[in-house]
């Protein structure tokens, strides 16, 4: 009898193994939000990792966070750098792009809770008094990513914050123009 669980136990795991392996290698995870704000004064908020404490959802997850800046104070080559708690995690922000005021390019390297890297891009589309902001992040999921992402919707984790955080610049933005 133990020999039967045993072998349905290692097929089960083989099977899960094989659906891991196929799923996608890519990912992408992107909100919109529209804000009575002109683009330039939008893009301010996010080329500048000193203003994001403002509004990032991650910074409220563990205030106690300890993070650091380094290079210019914002635009290309601004990097932030944070380690916290289980929430939050441990990595470093560059930002690679900086077009004012319709684009922001930025390398995001998670070092823990396990590592990987991802592309982060803002997009700012003036329409009239708005502005259309787009947060988008994609990247190649390691086959741990895979596994995680069998037992978690990477778009709703991920997106939810998304939400929040362009909600929170909105905030801060319309309160100010």
Same mark, same amino acid.
């Not at 995870?29 to 804000?35: F, P």
């Not at 922001?104 to 809770?113: A, C, E, G, S, T």
């Not at 709703?156 to 801060?172: D, R, S, V």
């Given at each position: 009898m ?13 099977v899960f ?6 799923? %996608?290698?890519?990912?992408g =995870?992107?909100? $919109?939000?529209?804000?009575n704000? %002109?683009?330039?004064a ?13 509004w990032?959802?991650?910074a409220? &997850? ?21 380690e916290? /708690?289980?929430? =939050?995690? *441990? ?12 684009f ?10 396990f590592? $990987? ?7 700012? #589309?003036?329409s009239? /008094? *708005?502005? &259309?902001?787009?947060?988008? &992040? ?7 990513c ?9 778009d #709703? ?6 939400? #929040? ?9 319309? #309160?100010?123009?």
């Open positions: 133990l020999i039967y669980i045993l072998l349905g136990l290692a097929v089960l795991l083989a193994v094989i659906v891991v392996a196929r799923m %996608p290698s890519n990912f =995870v992107e909100r $919109s939000a529209k804000m704000a %002109p683009a330039a939008i893009f301010e908020h996010v080329n500048d990792f000193h203003r994001w404490e403002a990032s959802p991650w409220k &997850m563990d205030p106690t966070a300890k993070n650091s800046f380094e290079g210019p104070a914002s635009g290309t080559g601004a990097a932030f750098a944070w916290g /708690n289980s929430q =939050v995690g *441990q990595g470093r922000m560059t930002i690679l792009e900086s077009r004012k005021p319709d922001i390019r930025i390398r995001l390297d998670f070092l823990k809770p590592p $990987s890297v991802a592309l982060v891009d803002f997009t700012f #589309k003036p009239g /008094n *708005q502005t &259309m902001v787009t947060w988008r &992040m994609t990247g190649e999921r390691v086959f741990m895979k596994m995680v992402s069998v037992f978690m919707n990477m #709703k984790m991920i997106g939810g914050q998304y939400e #929040k955080g362009l909600a929170a610049i909105q905030g801060i933005v319309e #309160k100010s123009c």
